[in-house]
């Protein structure tokens, strides 16, 4: 394969879209474990009902609009519009800054009620009215990171991708440092309590936005300037009116917005309902254990659940210029094997990955959040695993259909989806506990799942069959890698007190498994097919992912 084929590779282009983002999601784990152990594991209920809704605001107060900025400032670029560009610019701008006020304000006014349903009526007023407080916290971010998207949307369509990165590199680490710093200022050195370390969490989002807002406009500053001056010297007027604008930016925007909006839809879910319903079916008595349950699972093991998912977005933003240009082109046969490529690459990575975080499950919980509640985080984590797969291949072909201008499929598959969440949510969270939010969720991928390949099947032809003769070797060899890792590792023994110990024996089984994985799956050809290779030597992989 020369080098030009190599650096047109869907695959190659896809890795580096992950290699990007893992750095900005690598940077958010640094802060989740001390901050866990500042805060308290049960106090993490609140930072994960707050961020659930804080994703849901966002993706309201935002509407699509910075994703609608960046691909009609490119667009109009291109045509050297440049009247049009600063239009956009403003117009896209001031509807973002309209909506996050607007969600800011209406958030101001509901906290009481979100407060009391998220946590259950039969809450402590201590914890109402905490949970209160935070939302209130929140509204300051509500209107600051969209101004922030907005900006980089401009930036994004200008193609400097470098400030677009740099920028969300300096927002993450800002953040990490806030929330480190002042939170074991106020708790360890003040002696607050703990919950002010989830305060602190909530409000440092905000600050991480406002020193990334100023970093963003004054490294783009020459690039803002540069196409103002091309303007002045366009010599005709701006080919589009701002109405014309305004409902090119809505049409862009707001299917972006409900595919978003529908993705969020099994952690809200399970953050209105799971504690309010708990109580009301088992009493009041099972407050405490039930919201350390959902701090658990929907704080702590989100968190791991980031390391996978870091390659399912990365995948999913690597493969959309490639899918386009063969929809494009019509080239129907292509769009087959771009995604049966994508599929097989994203289960060689997943599949050893869930395999071992099922097998390890209570190792890589001790190491990230120490022997605090282990049996139950561990025991969760281990089963999470099935929504943690499934939840990462679904967005990938969530990517594909819109890629492929397929918007209405992806929203009709993600109602029905919702709808299956909040059917099976309630009996099987009465059935069992906390794992029926997990069960629920499952099944809610594995419904996207379905409807996207019958979809995709039914509008291209695609066929996977291929994929799941793969699917089955690949997990054949994730078990023959894990089997001797689990003999070495109950052969050392371990009594669970020393991360750093923990650490030294995960690393050394881990380079074990690593290796086993990488030989078994060369002997059944697996990455070679992946990659398109005869031979597929260590070598001549990082001399492939290097161009």
């Given at each position: ?39 308290g594991e049960s106090n993490m209920a609140f930072y994960s009902i707050v961020y659930t809704y804080y994703d849901l605001l966002l993706q309201i107060s935002q509407a699509g609009i910075p994703f609608a900025i960046a691909a009609m400032v490119a667009r109009y670029m291109a045509n050297n ?215 658990i699972l929907q704080s702590n093991i989100a968190k791991i659940a980031n390391i996978p998912s870091v390659f399912a977005m990365g995948f999913s933003s690597g493969m959309v210029p490639y899918l386009s240009e063969s929809l494009e082109n019509h080239d129907n046969k292509k769009i087959n ?172 089984v881990g380079i074990l498994m690593v290796i086993i994985y990488y030989v078994v799956t060369v002997h059944f050809s697996i990455p070679q097919k992946i990659l398109q290779m005869d031979d597929v030597s260590i070598k001549q992989l990082i001399s492939k992912l290097k161009v």
């Amino acid at each position: 394969m020369n080098k030009e084929n190599i650096k047109s590779s869907l695959l190659i282009g896809s890795l580096a879209s992950s290699f990007g983002i893992f750095i900005s999601k690598f940077l958010g784990l640094l802060y989740y474990s001390p901050l866990s152990a500042i805060a308290g594991e049960s106090n993490m209920a609140f930072y994960s009902i707050v961020y659930t809704y804080y994703d849901l605001l966002l993706q309201i107060s935002q509407a699509g609009i910075p994703f609608a900025i960046a691909a009609m400032v490119a667009r109009y670029m291109a045509n050297n519009d440049y009247k049009t560009v600063l239009m956009i610019r403003k117009l896209g701008t001031s509807i973002v800054m309209a909506l996050s006020v607007g969600v800011a304000f209406v958030l101001l006014l509901l906290t009481e009620g979100l407060s009391r349903q998220s946590l259950g009526y039969s809450a402590p007023l201590t914890d109402i009215n905490n949970l209160k407080a935070m939302f209130n916290i929140l509204t300051i971010s509500v209107i600051t990171v969209p101004l922030l998207s907005s900006t980089r949307g401009y930036i994004q369509g200008l193609k400097r991708l470098d400030i677009f990165a740099s920028s969300q590199v300096l927002e993450q680490l800002v953040r990490v440092l806030s929330i480190l710093a002042f939170s074991y200022l106020f708790v360890k050195i003040m002696n607050f309590e703990s919950i002010w370390a989830i305060f602190v969490a909530i409000a440092a989002a905000a600050l991480g936005a406002i020193v990334a807002y100023i970093f963003t406009v004054r490294l783009s500053k020459e690039d803002a300037k540069h196409v103002e001056e091309l303007a002045a010297q366009q010599d005709y007027d701006a080919t589009r009116t701002k109405k014309e604008l305004f409902i090119e930016i809505l049409t862009l925007g707001i299917p972006y917005l409900f595919i978003s909006f529908l993705g969020a839809a099994g952690p809200l879910v399970n953050t209105t309902f799971f504690l309010d319903y708990m109580t009301k079916v088992n009493g009041p008595e099972i407050y405490d254990s039930a919201k350390l349950s959902v701090g658990i699972l929907q704080s702590n093991i989100a968190k791991i659940a980031n390391i996978p998912s870091v390659f399912a977005m990365g995948f999913s933003s690597g493969m959309v210029p490639y899918l386009s240009e063969s929809l494009e082109n019509h080239d129907n046969k292509k769009i087959n094997e771009q995604i049966t490529q994508i599929m097989d690459a994203s289960l060689y990575i997943l599949i050893p990955i869930v395999v071992v975080f099922i097998f390890f499950a209570r190792d890589i919980y001790f190491i990230f959040y120490g022997n605090y509640n282990l049996t139950l985080g561990a025991s969760l984590l281990c089963v999470s695993n099935i929504q943690l797969f499934l939840g990462c291949v679904a967005p990938i072909l969530s990517s594909v259909l819109m890629s492929l201008k397929m918007r209405k499929d992806a929203i009709i598959a993600l109602i029905v989806s919702f709808l299956i969440k909040l059917i099976t949510f309630f009996p099987l969270v009465r059935l069992f506990g906390a794992y029926g939010m997990i069960y629920s969720s499952g099944l809610y991928y594995l419904v996207q799942i379905v409807m996207y390949l019958y979809y995709l099947k039914k509008t291209f032809g695609v066929d996977i069959r291929g994929t799941y003769g793969n699917m089955f070797m690949i997990t054949l060899s994730s078990l023959a890698m894990v089997i001797p890792a689990i003999v070495i590792h109950n052969l050392i023994g371990f009594d669970y007190q020393s991360r750093l110990i923990d650490i030294g024996i995960m690393g050394g089984v881990g380079i074990l498994m690593v290796i086993i994985y990488y030989v078994v799956t060369v002997h059944f050809s697996i990455p070679q097919k992946i990659l398109q290779m005869d031979d597929v030597s260590i070598k001549q992989l990082i001399s492939k992912l290097k161009v």
